[in-house]
């Protein structure tokens, strides 16, 4: 397929299909005709036996093999078929080797290998060159209509139009997709049009060992051989003795690398245990004294303020409650540690073809205007330079706006990357997105010993500049868009015009026969991709549009791992997949691992941090707790996911991971052993790919129904019909899907060799089309869930209540790193939009309190996703809490009565032991007193505003059917000045709250120093405990304050608030001193007016 052929656009439904291709571009030649079958050991035509027939060496799979091979293989060989692994027979002619059946009187292959059951000749997809096969079809499927593609265009061919699959136009394409490397390969051809066959098998064998044909043998031999020598067997003169044991020769080295070869490529650091003991012990200490408080304060109520009281006890009931849901996951903290030397020693060694499992990144953006172009386009420069095996790369920008803008600047983008790639490789700088690379404020020539580096790096800088030039003038260009719409360079109607009402499009702007750099080496694929929109279709929003990549990727290039990254985040780290590659290829964790979050990391804050945008204490804190239990959370971007955790399959697990959790043990007991006298079958035949094949197992027997339970027995293959039902009608979808779900031994994701591009790019379009997911599984229990604005949190629980396991990876330098709004009307906006995604998971059937109890979620796991849905509601208790101080100020009276000492002991020790648990936290995570105290700020500002709305927005929603919009958080950089956009004042309701709870404990203040003032000393010492709770409020809502306040010409905002303050109380103060009035004029005053005044 080659890069910048034009793009393709068209609608499955409106049988629309259109390549719109450059000026002076011709359409593709046909390759010469490939005739007859191909061995695909040798590379030699297959002869035809003494009946006429083609040779079939293996009748398990037919796997092209010819003669010659056949007898070499059985002599020489492992005697098994090179696919299915299945022994070969003993055909006429042939001599008997050491192994062979025992052959009575009839010596007759057809009579060896017979059917009973009636057979039907289809066209095996599967099979190299299309030929004509014999196979078995279930009867679920014999007399089904097979689904085939429909020619678009009524048959018609369209100008520009790419030519059908036919045997006159084939495709040499590598293992790694149509749009992978340039090496050749045999000749072979798969039509994908042709339905998915289904073939009866040998229930005693392995699911695994049917290939169906899929596989080139050359390379399987190839990879093999490779894997073999990754292997290092020990040689035997160490076994006898002999050689350099002590490590100081070249015997030595290798026995290290044997060592090295062997080793974890990660290992998890533990907490020092002092640590780690001491602040379990403070946590229980804490909810020991906690019980003791609330024993207090139920048993003495204030009687002369008794709803004050019994509010205030309510709230402090809520918020024990909510620390106990954040606390206890975070119980097992762990750090993890990659090595990145024994993964390039296990699978990319120098000199050799690379054995890393190819990956396809995802860039998701909506609006140009409200995310800069200039930053996408950073995004994809990163990702081309990521330091991978360019064949093992591919990148998808998903424009889910149809912005003409997006599409040129990804063009501009392209041909700037010939150029930046090759510069960043031989520099190997950091990080390689090159805004922030020249932004850095540090000696670039530090430990640079190239003469050349300082010209070449002016000249790319240069290049850079000019790069801006023309992305700026895209975007000036796009502010007003003409009445007629948009056209591309060659006249074209720009086909997304209408952003809710256009055909799908997809561009290849880099990849095979045309993605090389300036100096001739290939570049990663890059790939850009709109979905169909019609009016009257559901598209659910970036959900929707992460499941469209899913499916095109699959289609044209089908890796193994995806990693999903916002538009906005770059790759800080040119090792970031390395670093996920360590925990996914593992051999222990990757078949239970679905996903290696990495932390979020932002450019463009402020040095305090007013809003508490970095959110270090998540990061560093709660997601290092999680990682010790089940893994952390998904968070929506910087994260690298296994393929097939999100087809919704179930992990491979070990028999300790099928126990059942310990609420179903509690609840209902051990499972008894007459109920799983019936699965004896399958769990024996589980237990024996657990220990016999290195090959990951899914359990296909929960398709359908996820973690609700198993059936007793189903069929080891699945029916077209049904995974049409599940995935969608698309054949070429399913050859992909298969071959992730059999995993073949040497694949790792993958498109069948020989598929033809043409055909791959109409089914691209079709996969994407509006109506493709209708009646199918995609986002119920495949791809990213819909149901929630937060589509990450739902996504990742559904996993994790399958039993998949998460990593949190901290690498030393951050992996990713992107921008945040500094704004706060824009900060409040984007919380509001995270809390009201967990209050639709709360009121929908995917609530942690109650589904997923039969699956194999952990406990503390289970506590954590509560948390991350009901923390919206604390802001109701809060705000009630935050404004009772002002009324008691007001009111004269107090929450709490005259305290004794006893209980005056369990205030204080309360207070103690939530400063203890803080500080400890900070000691074993490493997060800063600041960072915390920013963030126990924000959770009051956020608490009395966003949250608050997100709870009745989502209560409108679900019982009313109102529906709220999403609104993309503003990315523009900031180039008026260093944080100018930090004192822009945008007016939001969500403001109206917060100062309102300000304005009363201000006046509260007042009134209560006055009222002090006027009823002597005996009144001042109560006060200082309601003036205690007013200012506890007015000092977390002080951030929240100058950023109403703004800019004030350089005078702090610390200064004018104390100022206000500070002139009430002196002001009261004066009226009621009165220093310019005598006694004996106060006296007469009062005798006058007859009122003690």
Same mark, same amino acid.
Request: net charge neutral; charged share 20%.
């Given at each position: 397929?080659?890069?910048?052929?034009?793009?393709?656009?068209?609608?499955?439904?409106?049988?629309?299909?259109?390549?719109?291709?450059?000026?002076?571009?011709?359409?593709?030649?046909?390759?010469?005709?490939?005739?007859?079958?191909?061995?695909?050991?040798?590379?030699?035509?297959?002869?035809?036996?003494?009946?006429?027939?083609?040779?079939?060496?293996?009748?398990?799979?037919?796997?092209?093999?010819?003669?010659?091979?056949?007898?070499?293989?059985?002599?020489?060989?492992?005697?098994?078929?090179?696919?299915?692994?299945?022994?070969?027979?003993?055909?006429?002619?042939?001599?008997?080797?050491?192994?062979?059946?025992?052959?009575?009187?009839?010596?007759?292959?057809?009579?060896?290998?017979?059917?009973?059951?009636?057979?039907?000749?289809?066209?095996?997809?599967?099979?190299?060159?299309?030929?004509?096969?014999?196979?078995?079809?279930?009867?679920?499927?014999?007399?089904?209509?097979?689904?085939?593609?429909?020619?678009?265009?009524?048959?018609?061919?369209?100008?520009?139009?790419?030519?059908?699959?036919?045997?006159?136009?084939?495709?040499?394409?590598?293992?790694?997709?149509?749009?992978?490397?340039?090496?050749?390969?045999?000749?072979?051809?798969?039509?994908?049009?042709?339905?998915?066959?289904?073939?009866?098998?040998?229930?005693?064998?392995?699911?695994?060992?049917?290939?169906?044909?899929?596989?080139?043998?050359?390379?399987?031999?190839?990879?093999?051989?490779?894997?073999?020598?990754?292997?290092?067997?020990?040689?035997?003169?160490?076994?006898?003795?002999?050689?350099?044991?002590?490590?100081?020769?070249?015997?030595?080295?290798?026995?290290?690398?044997?060592?090295?070869?062997?080793?974890?490529?990660?290992?998890?650091?533990?907490?020092?245990?002092?640590?780690?003991?001491?602040?379990?012990?403070?946590?229980?200490?804490?909810?020991?004294?906690?019980?003791?408080?609330?024993?207090?304060?139920?048993?003495?109520?204030?009687?002369?303020?008794?709803?004050?009281?019994?509010?205030?006890?309510?709230?402090?009931?809520?918020?024990?409650?909510?620390?106990?849901?954040?606390?206890?996951?975070?119980?097992?903290?762990?750090?993890?540690?990659?090595? *990145?030397?024994?993964?390039?020693?296990?699978?990319?060694?120098?000199?050799?073809?690379?054995?890393?499992?190819?990956?396809?990144?995802?860039?998701?953006?909506?609006?140009?205007?409200?995310?800069?172009?200039?930053?996408?386009?950073?995004?994809?420069?990163?990702?081309?330079?990521?330091?991978?095996?360019?064949?093992?790369?591919?990148?998808?920008?998903?424009?889910?706006?149809?912005?003409?803008?997006?599409?040129?600047?990804?063009?501009?983008?392209?041909?700037?990357?010939?150029?930046?790639?090759?510069?960043?490789?031989?520099?190997?700088?950091?990080?390689?997105?090159?805004?922030?690379?020249?932004?850095?404020?540090?000696?670039?020539?530090?430990?640079?010993?190239?003469?050349?580096?300082?010209?070449?790096?002016?000249?790319?800088?240069?290049?850079?500049?000019?790069?801006?030039?023309?992305?700026?003038?895209?975007?000036?260009?796009?502010?007003?868009?003409?009445?007629?719409?948009?056209?591309?360079?060659?006249?074209?109607?720009?086909?997304?015009?209408?952003?809710?009402?256009?055909?799908?499009?997809?561009?290849?702007?880099?990849?095979?026969?045309?993605?090389?750099?300036?100096?001739?080496?290939?570049?990663?694929?890059?790939?850009?991709?709109?979905?169909?929109?019609?009016?009257?279709?559901?598209?659910?929003?970036?959900?929707?549009?992460?499941?469209?990549?899913?499916?095109?990727?699959?289609?044209?290039?089908?890796?193994?791992?995806?990693?999903?990254?916002?538009?906005?985040?770059?790759?800080?780290?040119?090792?970031?997949?390395?670093?996920?590659?360590?925990?996914?290829?593992?051999?222990?964790?990757?078949?239970?691992?679905?996903?290696?979050?990495?932390?979020?990391?932002?450019?463009?804050?402020?040095?305090?941090?007013?809003?508490?945008?970095?959110?270090?204490?998540?990061?560093?804190?709660?997601?290092?707790?999680?990682?010790?239990?089940?893994?952390?959370?998904?968070?929506?971007?910087?994260?690298?996911?296994?393929?097939?955790?999100?087809?919704?399959?179930?992990?491979?697990?070990?028999?300790?991971?099928?126990?059942?959790?310990?609420?179903?043990?509690?609840?209902?007991?051990?499972?008894?052993?007459?109920?799983?006298?019936?699965?004896?079958?399958?769990?024996?035949?589980?237990?024996?790919?657990?220990?016999?094949?290195?090959?990951?197992?899914?359990?296909?027997?929960?398709?359908?129904?996820?973690?609700?339970?198993?059936?007793?027995?189903?069929?080891?293959?699945?029916?077209?019909?049904?995974?049409?039902?599940?995935?969608?009608?698309?054949?070429?979808?399913?050859?992909?899907?298969?071959?992730?779900?059999?995993?073949?031994?040497?694949?790792?994701?993958?498109?069948?060799?020989?598929?033809?591009?043409?055909?791959?790019?109409?089914?691209?379009?079709?996969?994407?089309?509006?109506?493709?997911?209708?009646?199918?599984?995609?986002?119920?229990?495949?791809?990213?869930?819909?149901?929630?604005?937060?589509?990450?949190?739902?996504?990742?629980?559904?996993?994790?209540?399958?039993?998949?396991?998460?990593?949190?990876?901290?690498?030393?330098?951050?992996?990713?790193?992107?921008?945040?709004?500094?704004?706060?009307?824009?900060?409040?906006?984007?919380?509001?939009?995270?809390?009201?995604?967990?209050?639709?998971?709360?009121?929908?059937?995917?609530?942690?309190?109650?589904?997923?109890?039969?699956?194999? *979620?952990?406990?503390?796991?289970?506590?954590?996703?509560?948390?991350?849905?009901?923390?919206?509601?604390?802001?109701?208790?809060?705000?009630?809490?935050?404004?009772?101080?002002?009324?008691? *100020?007001?009111?004269?009276?107090?929450?709490?009565?005259?305290?004794?000492?006893?209980?005056?002991?369990?205030?204080?020790?309360?207070?103690?032991?939530?400063?203890?648990?803080?500080?400890?936290?900070?000691?074993?995570?490493?997060?800063?007193?600041?960072?915390?105290?920013?963030?126990?700020?924000?959770?009051?500002?956020?608490?009395?505003?966003?949250?608050?709305?997100?709870?009745?927005?989502?209560?409108?929603?679900?019982?009313?059917?109102?529906?709220?919009?999403?609104?993309?958080?503003?990315?523009?950089?900031?180039?008026?000045?260093?944080?100018?956009?930090?004192?822009?004042?945008?007016?939001?309701?969500?403001?109206?709250?917060?100062?309102?709870?300000?304005?009363?404990?201000?006046?509260?203040?007042?009134?209560?120093?006055?009222?002090?003032?006027?009823?002597?000393?005996?009144?001042?010492?109560?006060?200082?405990?309601?003036?205690?709770?007013?200012?506890?409020?007015?000092?977390?809502?002080?951030?929240?304050?100058?950023?109403?306040?703004?800019?004030?010409?350089?005078?702090?905002?610390?200064?004018?608030?104390?100022?206000?303050?500070?002139?009430?109380?002196?002001?009261?103060?004066?009226?009621?001193?009165?220093?310019?009035?005598?006694?004996?004029?106060?006296?007469?005053?009062?005798?006058?007016?007859?009122?003690?005044?």
């Amino acid at each position: 397929m080659a890069a910048n052929a034009g793009m393709v656009a068209g609608s499955h439904k409106r049988n629309e299909f259109v390549m719109i291709r450059r000026e002076g571009e011709s359409a593709p030649k046909p390759l010469k005709n490939l005739n007859g079958q191909i061995c695909q050991i040798c590379g030699d035509t297959i002869d035809l036996t003494e009946k006429g027939d083609i040779f079939v060496a293996c009748n398990e799979c037919a796997f092209p093999v010819c003669k010659p091979c056949y007898e070499y293989e059985r002599m020489e060989g492992n005697k098994c078929c090179p696919q299915c692994k299945t022994r070969y027979k003993r055909h006429l002619g042939s001599p008997r080797v050491e192994g062979d059946e025992e052959e009575d009187d009839v010596d007759d292959l057809d009579n060896e290998f017979s059917h009973t059951k009636s057979t039907s000749k289809v066209s095996n997809p599967w099979s190299p060159l299309g030929r004509e096969e014999v196979v078995e079809l279930s009867g679920s499927s014999r007399h089904e209509p097979y689904h085939r593609i429909l020619r678009l265009t009524s048959g018609q061919q369209v100008s520009g139009e790419m030519p059908d699959s036919t045997p006159d136009n084939l495709s040499i394409r590598s293992q790694s997709g149509p749009l992978g490397s340039s090496e050749k390969r045999g000749p072979s051809y798969l039509d994908p049009s042709l339905p998915v066959p289904v073939r009866i098998v040998d229930p005693s064998k392995d699911l695994n060992s049917y290939g169906l044909g899929i596989v080139d043998w050359k390379e399987r031999v190839e990879g093999w051989k490779k894997q073999d020598k990754n292997i290092m067997h020990v040689p035997s003169k160490y076994l006898d003795g002999k050689g350099d044991m002590e490590g100081t020769g070249s015997n030595g080295e290798d026995l290290q690398m044997v060592d090295d070869a062997r080793q974890p490529l990660s290992r998890i650091v533990p907490l020092p245990s002092n640590q780690l003991n001491l602040y379990r012990v403070v946590i229980i200490c804490r909810l020991i004294i906690l019980c003791f408080f609330f024993q207090y304060r139920v048993t003495h109520p204030v009687s002369n303020a008794y709803p004050l009281w019994l509010t205030s006890v309510i709230c402090e009931v809520w918020f024990a409650l909510s620390w106990i849901l954040d606390q206890f996951p975070k119980w097992y903290p762990i750090n993890r540690e990659t090595y *990145l030397d024994r993964l390039a020693l296990r699978f990319d060694r120098e000199g050799e073809p690379s054995q890393l499992v190819p990956v396809d990144v995802f860039v998701s953006t909506v609006d140009p205007l409200k995310e800069p172009p200039l930053i996408t386009a950073n995004t994809v420069l990163s990702i081309l330079a990521v330091d991978y095996p360019v064949d093992k790369v591919s990148c998808y920008v998903s424009d889910d706006g149809s912005a003409m803008l997006t599409f040129e600047a990804l063009s501009e983008t392209a041909e700037f990357a010939k150029k930046w790639v090759p510069f960043c490789k031989k520099h190997s700088i950091e990080p390689r997105a090159p805004e922030f690379y020249f932004s850095q404020k540090i000696d670039y020539l530090k430990d640079k010993i190239q003469p050349s580096f300082v010209k070449e790096r002016r000249a790319m800088k240069r290049e850079y500049e000019e790069f801006k030039v023309r992305i700026n003038a895209l975007v000036a260009k796009a502010q007003k868009t003409p009445e007629e719409g948009w056209t591309m360079q060659d006249g074209t109607p720009w086909p997304g015009n209408n952003p809710r009402d256009h055909p799908g499009m997809i561009q290849v702007f880099l990849g095979h026969s045309g993605g090389f750099d300036v100096e001739g080496n290939e570049l990663p694929r890059l790939v850009y991709a709109s979905r169909e929109k019609r009016p009257g279709f559901q598209h659910h929003k970036k959900a929707g549009a992460m499941n469209a990549l899913i499916r095109v990727s699959a289609v044209l290039t089908n890796g193994a791992y995806l990693l999903n990254v916002d538009c906005d985040h770059y790759f800080n780290n040119s090792k970031a997949l390395r670093e996920a590659m360590c925990f996914m290829m593992d051999p222990a964790l990757g078949k239970k691992t679905c996903y290696v979050q990495f932390p979020q990391r932002f450019d463009g804050i402020d040095a305090h941090d007013r809003y508490a945008n970095r959110n270090i204490v998540f990061f560093d804190i709660n997601l290092k707790g999680l990682d010790g239990i089940q893994g952390p959370v998904y968070v929506g971007t910087g994260c690298c996911f296994n393929r097939q955790a999100l087809y919704g399959y179930d992990p491979v697990l070990t028999e300790a991971d099928l126990e059942p959790n310990i609420i179903i043990k509690s609840c209902c007991g051990s499972r008894k052993k007459g109920s799983s006298i019936n699965k004896s079958y399958i769990d024996k035949k589980r237990a024996f790919k657990r220990t016999e094949s290195t090959v990951p197992m899914f359990n296909t027997e929960d398709v359908e129904e996820g973690v609700e339970g198993y059936e007793e027995e189903r069929s080891l293959l699945i029916s077209q019909k049904r995974l049409e039902k599940r995935f969608g009608q698309s054949p070429t979808y399913l050859i992909a899907f298969h071959i992730h779900l059999l995993h073949i031994s040497g694949m790792q994701g993958g498109i069948p060799a020989s598929t033809n591009p043409a055909s791959l790019l109409q089914e691209a379009i079709h996969v994407i089309s509006c109506g493709y997911e209708d009646k199918t599984e995609w986002g119920k229990e495949i791809g990213w869930i819909y149901g929630s604005v937060t589509e990450d949190i739902l996504t990742g629980f559904k996993m994790h209540a399958r039993g998949w396991i998460s990593i949190y990876c901290m690498p030393p330098r951050p992996a990713f790193k992107g921008s945040a709004p500094i704004n706060l009307s824009d900060r409040l906006n984007q919380v509001l939009r995270w809390a009201l995604g967990s209050i639709e998971i709360l009121l929908s059937r995917h609530c942690p309190i109650w589904y997923g109890y039969s699956g194999r *979620l952990k406990l503390l796991e289970r506590i954590a996703y509560i948390n991350t849905i009901v923390y919206p509601i604390t802001s109701i208790p809060l705000i009630a809490y935050c404004v009772l101080p002002a009324i008691c *100020l007001l009111t004269g009276k107090f929450i709490i009565p005259e305290i004794s000492n006893y209980a005056g002991m369990w205030f204080i020790l309360l207070f103690v032991s939530i400063f203890a648990t803080g500080i400890l936290e900070l000691k074993w995570s490493g997060v800063g007193i600041e960072d915390w105290w920013r963030n126990e700020q924000f959770w009051v500002i956020g608490g009395t505003s966003a949250h608050l709305f997100a709870v009745f927005q989502g209560l409108l929603k679900v019982l009313a059917g109102i529906d709220t919009n999403f609104t993309v958080t503003s990315k523009a950089s900031d180039e008026d000045g260093d944080f100018v956009e930090l004192y822009v004042f945008k007016w939001t309701s969500l403001l109206i709250p917060p100062t309102t709870v300000l304005v009363i404990n201000m006046v509260g203040i007042v009134a209560g120093v006055s009222y002090a003032i006027n009823s002597g000393y005996q009144s001042w010492g109560p006060l200082f405990g309601k003036l205690f709770f007013s200012f506890w409020v007015i000092v977390h809502l002080y951030p929240f304050l100058k950023g109403l306040l703004g800019r004030q010409n350089r005078t702090p905002t610390i200064v004018i608030v104390w100022s206000i303050l500070l002139a009430s109380i002196f002001s009261l103060l004066w009226v009621r001193i009165d220093p310019f009035t005598s006694s004996s004029q106060k006296a007469a005053a009062a005798a006058q007016c007859g009122i003690n005044c």
